[in-house]
Structure formats: C-alpha cells, structure tokens
C-alpha cells in the first residue's frame, strides 16, 4: 500500500507545476469526491465572503431544524447529518470566532426546538457534545469575541436548564 506523503512534499511538488497543470489537479480532485468540489467552490466564491457564507449556513441550519421529523429516531438521525454538515462547513471556514458563531447557532435551534424535552440520550448527547466544543472554542478567542459570544453561551445555558430540569453545568466538564 502506498503512504500518504506529508503536506510539505506535496507543497514542494506543487511549486513546480504551471497554472493549467494546477488547473487540472484542482478539477480531476472536485471530480472525485463532493466535499472536494464544495471546498473548491468555497475557496472560488467566498474567499473574502466568508460571513455572508455564515449566514447561508445558518439558514440552513434552521431550515433543517424546523424540518426535523417527527419520529425521534428519523430526527436524531437528521441532527446528526446536519452537525456532520455544519462541521464540515466550519472546516472550509478555518475561523475561530465563525467557528463558535456557527457552534452557537446550531446549540441555539436545538435547545430551541421541542425536541429537546425528549428524554432520549443520544439526542441530548449531540447537544451536550456542541456545548462542550464550545466551552473549549470560546476562551481560545479574542477578548472581544471571547466576551460577546460567553455572553451568548451563558445564554444558552440558562435556557437549556429552563427546559430541560435534569441539565447541570456538571454535563458539559
């Protein structure tokens, strides 16, 4: 089997190539795989947008939300898909403070939701799982990030506990 060079080889080799050798390595990647393509056209179209590309995802996050089905194991399996989705856009992002804004928006539909006063573990366990990422994202940020968006999360919190009485802060250490 063959190893996957590391990233500095692979910079190297690229440094030797021209424009349209690049061109085609770039097209014969997006032609293989669909993350690849949707990577290629976030790298294209918003490299300077990436807000505005936010935003886009955000709407679908609550788009899929209000659209949760009504079986708690068809809508677990939705929740799923969507963080698998929204984790996937956090990466083409590759920003600290969206990526918490993006945490955030999906921790703010879901405790939103009525499905959150379902008792069914592995459904809360998504939730609880975002809001640990959080509680990690958050101090790594900017002082003025970090306190915009503690507020939000502290928010958040005091919500969850409104609705769910058998949440403690003891879940998310």
């Keep these: 089997m063959i190893n996957s060079p590391k990233l500095a080889e692979l910079k190297k080799e690229l440094n030797h190539l021209q424009a349209a050798e690049l061109k085609e390595l770039c097209l014969r990647l997006a032609k293989h795989k ?54 996937k856009h956090i990466k083409f992002i590759a920003t600290k403070h969206l990526e918490a804004e993006l945490a955030l928006a999906f921790c703010k539909e879901f405790i939103t939701h009525p499905i959150i006063t379902i008792n069914q573990k592995a459904t809360i366990a998504i939730l609880i799982s975002q809001l640990k990422r959080l509680n990690r994202v958050i101090p790594k940020l900017e002082d003025d ?20 009485k058998d949440f403690s802060e003891r879940d998310l250490q």
């Design 145 to 164: 990030f970090q306190f915009d968006y503690q507020k939000e999360f502290d928010g958040l919190i005091e919500l969850l506990k409104q609705k769910r």
């Design 34 to 87: 669909t993350e690849n393509k949707e990577l290629l056209n976030f790298l294209l179209f918003y490299p300077d947008k990436k807000e505005a590309y936010m935003e886009e995802v955000k709407t679908l996050i609550i788009n899929e939300f209000n659209n949760l089905h009504p079986s708690i194991y068809l809508a677990t399996k939705q929740i799923r898909k969507l963080l698998r989705l929204t984790n």
